[in-house]
């Protein structure tokens, strides 16, 4: 084949040589991609574009495989039969991989030395895993070879079942809860059942496309395609139809969201977007190198983000208006990276040889971690010395966090592993659940005791709760949209229009509140009683930066050019304030009024460990300071929601004030749920700032939403448009209860994850076929990066695109009941 020619007219040309073998390949927008051979007919050498070259050298037995892309490189090691034994890392250490006479995976070796065993049966299956500290889980099977059952190092059994199909129908965990799958004639999932979750249905149409879905987080939702297979429609619980168009070769060009707001997309040879052009009209553009990477963007405002690649083709300097923000340097074999900002701030951040990060330092002032021979967070130290320690049960599961500085707290769980108490001082936390959900909650502090009953209805949802006697009840709409709260004082009631944009209230008072917005989705006022109350502004970039109120209050905001608040300003007959904010080149805010502030990033989600000097520390189910102790979240867990009453919008508490010395910024707090609260009710939620008052964000979400979701066309929208039960801890996406618990708990192993470490590492199980088919893919001569979709580049890519998540932590075990619905769903963008 010497040439394709693609519906627009675009071309793919290819170049032999005297073999027959490929040797250069030309990219419709015209870039050169070339292949080198050695004597033996392998790839030796491939190169982009813009020359960036990638080696790789056989050894003359065939059995080692090195690669190097000039600045670091790594390799593979296989036995005369071709099984992978070895796995060089940049830094050159080796993942060991050791077989049995069969041929066998039994015995792999991490980069530090620590031993996972996997003893097998007869027939080959695993029986038995040990990790390096010694914990084992165990597995059996049924006459049909199916795994049956799953028991942890703590005694606990989950069970599977089975239809006549050999399709996975049930499991029962060790507490007694059942997950349940059901399957069309097709094989296809119709329905899922998760505990803590809910239930998940999808209908499908002739041709296996998924046309209807019902899930507990977007409620109902149906979609529509042509007759290529590309989705045109989109409609939510509500009605709302999003509304999607495309080029001759498939790709997106267009969406007109249920208000009729229409967003344009222009794109180049290589399919990248070029040019955005929002519903009212602002178009951002962006600027690619021949391989596809990213060099610029231009936003509406005008202001232009820069990134600059080394000859390796990796990110090593980011500009604003063409001035260098800050540069990157990387040192493979120490594993180290070094970030350094023009001011001269030096950020430094080391792994180790497993990839998990140790520690960061900011202009000297450093924080730290450490693990256990199975991976597990064993301690962290904060800037000003004070040590964390963890440790876990047989199961892995947390059960002591203790503080040099807050004291210990200890946790407990069910036969499930879900936490049933925790205990910090003299404060004693209780849980009970049914199904998996949280059905009440008791805290017990200094003889006062204090319950929450909740309620569920047959979705899973929060239908009532009831605090020491105060009862609230929800309803909500087919999208799972909050609409009414209703207390004994009154009710609040919530109307949204069709694209998820908060058009009317009634709070429990029984004032009247309107919402006016433009074609962007963006806030412009506010109308109580039929009385203007507030005007709302907002730049070329979508950020706000006023609000006028009739009470002559005036707020206004200032953005810095990567897109972070940098100051709030507050003037109003009763405040008179101005709050400085800085965020560092990591995208992590960094100081507030002068006050550094310290976070936690070897989690999931990051939290606050130090502001101004001052300790904090966030743990499942408490956070600490030093004015106030430990404090307790609520049954939730989640943070800047109240557990009752009918304001849902605003934190549970007023926080504990940061006392963080001369200089600090009045009205700077810590909430109960971890948050970090700013002056005038704003809290400051990961890549974005949420504002209360107004319901929703100050800036549209950087990543895209949900298709079919009602809020997907409401890009300031806070949780889900339900803050009962969701919420959204990074600012980028809401998360469901049983979603944040899980994220935030990053040291939770429950029977759940017990296959997880076979599932990290199915490639070695499977012989390394896998890896070395990873390793060609490298020499296929046509590649290099995607580039960045405008619409979802995220916050820490407008930072630099450095990301402190490089670190890998257990995201539990392959659900394989719905790993066909999840390929399915897959192809919605």
């Known amino acids: 084949m010497a040439e394709v020619v693609l519906p627009d007219g675009g071309r793919w040309e290819y170049a032999y040589d005297g073999l027959s073998r490929l040797v250069a390949t030309t990219d419709p927008a015209g870039g050169l991609w ?307 900002e023009t001011s001269g701030v030096r950020h430094v951040v080391c792994w180790d040889a497993n990839n998990r990060l140790v520690s960061r330092s900011r202009g000297g002032q450093a924080v730290s971690w450490g693990y256990d021979a199975d991976g597990r967070r064993a301690w962290m130290r904060s800037p000003g010395g004070a040590r964390t320690g963890y440790e876990y049960d047989p199961a892995g599961r947390l059960v002591r966090v203790e503080s040099s500085v807050f004291g210990a707290v200890a946790y407990e769980y069910d036969a499930s592993g879900q936490m049933s108490a925790a205990t910090a001082g003299s404060v004693r936390q209780e849980w009970e659940r049914e199904g998996g959900f949280i059905t009440s909650h008791l805290v017990r502090q200094g003889g006062v005791v204090s319950h929450t009953a909740v309620g569920r209805d047959d979705q899973g949802r929060v239908a009532w709760t009831s605090r020491d006697g105060s009862h609230t009840a929800y309803t909500y709409d087919e999208a799972n949209q909050l609409v009414e709260a209703r207390t004994e004082d009154g009710t609040a009631r919530y109307v949204w229009d069709q694209a998820g944009r908060l058009a009317a209230e009634t709070t429990a008072g029984g004032g009247d509140i309107a919402y006016s917005y433009d074609a962007a989705g963006q806030l412009t006022g506010t109308s109580t009683d039929g009385v203007l109350s507030a005007r709302f502004s907002y730049d070329a970039a979508g950020q706000r930066i006023r609000e006028e109120h009739a009470d002559g209050t005036v707020r206004t905001y200032r953005w810095d050019t990567g897109g972070r608040l940098e100051q709030v300003t507050i003037d109003s007959a009763l405040e008179r304030s101005r709050t400085s904010l800085f965020t560092d080149a990591m995208g992590e805010l960094a100081a507030v009024d002068g006050q550094g502030l310290f976070w936690d990033t070897a989690t999931t989600i990051p939290a606050l460990l130090s502001a101004g000097g001052q300790d904090v520390v966030s743990v499942p189910g408490f956070t600490a300071t030093v004015g106030a102790g430990w404090q307790t979240p609520g049954w939730r867990q989640a943070p800047t929601t109240s557990t009752t009453g009918a304001d849902v919008w605003t934190t549970t508490t007023a926080g504990s004030p940061l006392t963080t010395g001369p200089g600090a910024g009045a009205g700077l707090s810590f909430g109960a749920g971890g948050e970090l609260l700013l002056p005038g009710g704003l809290e400051a939620l990961g890549a974005r700032v949420y504002d209360p008052a107004s319901r929703g964000f100050l800036t549209p979400d950087p990543q895209g939403p949900t298709t079919g979701a009602a809020w997907a066309a409401n890009p300031y929208s806070y949780a889900a448009n339900n803050p009962v039960g969701f919420t959204d801890p990074t600012g980028l996406h809401p998360l469901s209860d049983a979603e944040f618990d899980q994220w935030k708990d990053q040291h939770k192993s429950t029977l759940a994850k017990a296959g997880d470490w076979i599932g990290d590492n199915w490639e070695y199980l499977a012989a390394g076929a896998m890896v070395v088919a990873g390793v060609a893919l490298m020499f296929t001569g046509v590649g290099g990066a995607a580039g960045l979709a405008l619409m979802s580049l995220s916050g820490a890519l407008t930072s630099g695109g450095i990301s402190m998540a490089q670190q890998k932590h257990d995201n539990g075990s392959v659900d394989l009941g719905t790993l066909g619905k999840e390929m399915a769903i897959g192809a919605i963008p």
Do not use: K
Not at 176 to 200: L, M
């Open 34 to 340: 070339r292949q080198e051979y050695d004597v033996n007919g392998v790839v030796s050498a491939t190169t982009d574009p813009t020359g960036v070259r990638v080696t790789q050298r056989v050894s003359a037995d065939g059995t080692r495989r090195s690669f190097s892309d000039g600045a670091a490189g790594g390799g593979v090691a296989t036995d005369r039969l071709g099984r992978v034994v070895a796995v060089t890392g940049d830094d050159g250490s080796d993942r060991l991989v050791s077989y049995d006479g069969c041929g066998r995976p039994v015995a792999f070796t991490d980069a530090v030395g620590n031993v996972t065993r996997l003893r097998r049966d007869s027939a080959g299956r695993v029986v038995e895993l040990v990790r390096p500290s010694g914990a084992r889980t165990s597995y059996s099977y049924d006459g049909c070879g199916r795994l049956a059952q799953v028991t942890d190092p703590a005694g606990g059994v989950a069970c599977f079942s089975y239809d006549a199909d050999s399709r996975l129908v049930g499991e029962t965990w060790p507490g007694g809860e059942r997950a349940w799958y059901a399957y069309d004639e097709c094989g296809r999932v119709t329905a899922r059942h998760v505990p803590g979750y809910g239930t998940t249905r999808y209908t499908y149409d002739a041709s296996g496309r998924v046309v209807g879905l019902q899930d507990p987080m977007c409620g109902r939702r149906r979609f529509r395609y042509d007759q290529v297979g590309n989705l045109v429609e989109a409609v939510s619980g509500t009605g709302g139809v999003t509304r999607y168009e495309y080029d001759q070769l498939g790709a997106l060009v267009a969406v007109t969201d249920p208000a009729g707001g229409v967003t344009r997309y222009e794109r180049d040879g290589h399919g990248e977007v070029t040019r955005l052009t929002d519903p009212l009209g602002r178009v951002t553009t962006a600027c690619y190198d021949a391989a596809g990477r990213q060099t610029s963007q231009t936003g509406a405002d005008g202001h232009t983000i820069g990134w600059e690649y080394d000859c390796s083709g990796r990110f090593v300097a980011l500009s604003y208006d063409g001035v260098v923000h800050h540069r990157v340097e990387r040192d493979f074999e120490a594993r180290t990276m070094t970030v350094t």
